[in-house]
Every structure is written in structure tokens, then in C-alpha cells.
């Protein structure tokens, strides 16, 4: 299957900070990628859609200013929580699958983040 | 709006039993459907992806099927084994392109 790697795997940063996560498909070009967050003992929930060369799509509920998606290469997106509060405590994960509409998707690692 | 839902929510069981995990979904214009297996505090890895024009899939000792019209997917864990202990997940590509959505998991335990 497809490799995505997603850095850092965890995170610890003080409130009001930024955080960036990455996540790359290592080998397959993906136009688009999909950023997913969950809490424990829970289910994953879509954030946004990263899409390459255009704004992110976002999911109702989810702050466009806080989670800023940026996919600035057909490998690359990032996520930057901006002025991170504890409630943004949360285990943030990627996909990306290849062309087409049937495809599997593939899933990184996944970045725990705490603030403290 | 699509929901999924996955029954049960936790399993126990000794090894070497035959598992039945249970996912329905609401609306059956699907265009695939994929199983998951989670480990604590990891990511994702894809067990078996079953298109909508499919019925079943096999990899080793798991098999899933897709019943799309009444809304159903079941995967099938033969002779289960303590390295199978995690989170099984169903997810169900619908909407727009590649979207999936989640079901809440089941929760495996398999012990000696």
C-alpha cells in the first residue's frame, strides 16, 4: 500500500502558541489530503479537505483561523494550530489516497498534540 | 446526512474464536466501503477496501462483505489471536471526493 508519513508524532506546547503538523505522501502525487482529528475513545472526525494549489474545504463546526491547512505540493500539507488552547488537545490525523474516486485511503501515523 | 455505526462497541474473547464485527450505514449511495484497524494511540492501517459493486473481500483471516442496499457490512476475524487485540473501524466513502466517514469502532480484546 501507499506510504503517508505524518511528523511530529507528538507534540507538547504551551497555550497561546502555534503547532504545525506535516503530512506527506512518500510515494504517489495526492492533489488531495484530509486532515481528521480525534479524542479519545472516539471515532475520527474530518476536519477539512486540503486541496493542492487552492484554499482547504472545511467541515461545519471547524475554524478556518485556527487550523490553517496549507497543501503547497502534490506530497505535502501541513496543519498549524494557531494560539493553541488545552481544549485543541487532541490526536490529529492525515490521509491521502491516489487518483480516482474509488481508491483506498491511506493514513499517517497520526500527531498527538497536548497543551499545557 | 450519513451515519455510521458499528455494533458492538467492545468485544472480549478468548483465542481461536471465529468474530463478527457489525458496520450500517444510512445511505447506501456509497462508493466504497474500507475497514480499519487502529492501535492505542496510532494511526490507521487499511485492512480491506470493498467497492460498491462488490459483495465481499478476503486477506488472510479476515473477510469482509457489503450488503449496499440494506446498508451493511460485516468483517469476519477466523481463529482469532491476541495480536488482533485494537480498534476495528468502518469508514464509507461518500460526498464529495474521497470522503470518508467513520464509524464510532469496535474494540477488540482477544486474550489467552
Known amino acids: 500500500g501507499a506510504v503517508v508519513s505524518q511528523h511530529p508524532s507528538w507534540v507538547i506546547c504551551k497555550s497561546g502558541t502555534s503547532v504545525k503538523i506535516e503530512c506527506r505522501s512518500l510515494?504517489?502525487?495526492?492533489?488531495?489530503m484530509f486532515w481528521y482529528r480525534q479524542f479519545p475513545k472516539q471515532s475520527l472526525m474530518l476536519m477539512a479537505t486540503?486541496?493542492?494549489?487552492?484554499?482547504?474545504?472545511?467541515e461545519q463546526g471547524v475554524e478556518k483561523d485556527k487550523f490553517l491547512i496549507n497543501h503547497a505540493s502534490l506530497t505535502l500539507s501541513t496543519l498549524t494550530v494557531t494560539s493553541a488552547h488545552p481544549e485543541d488537545s487532541s490526536f490529529y490525523i492525515c490521509?491521502?489516497?491516489?487518483?480516482?474516486?474509488?481508491?483506498?485511503?491511506?493514513f499517517g501515523q497520526g500527531t498527538r498534540l497536548t497543551v499545557v | 446526512k450519513q451515519e455510521v455505526t458499528q455494533i458492538p462497541a467492545a468485544l472480549s474473547v478468548p483465542e481461536g474464536e471465529n468474530l463478527v464485527l457489525n458496520c450500517s450505514f444510512t445511505?447506501?449511495?456509497?462508493?466504497?466501503l474500507q475497514w480499519f484497524r487502529q492501535d492505542p494511540g496510532k494511526g490507521l492501517t487499511s485492512l480491506l477496501l470493498i467497492q460498491s459493486s462488490q459483495r465481499e473481500q478476503t486477506s488472510g483471516r479476515l473477510n469482509a462483505s457489503l450488503d449496499k442496499s440494506s446498508g451493511r457490512s460485516t468483517l469476519y476475524i477466523a481463529a482469532s489471536q491476541p495480536g488482533d487485540s485494537a480498534t476495528y473501524l468502518c469508514?464509507?466513502?461518500?460526498?464529495?471526493?474521497?470522503?470518508?466517514?467513520f464509524g464510532a469502532g469496535t474494540r477488540l480484546a482477544v486474550h489467552p
Open positions: 445511505d447506501s449511495a456509497i462508493y466504497n
Open positions: 469508514a464509507v466513502r461518500t460526498g464529495g471526493y474521497n470522503k470518508l466517514i
Open positions: 510515494d504517489f502525487q495526492a492533489t488531495t
Open positions: 486540503s486541496n493542492e494549489g487552492s484554499k482547504a474545504t472545511y
Open positions: 490521509s491521502a489516497g491516489r487518483t480516482g474516486m474509488n481508491t483506498e485511503a491511506f
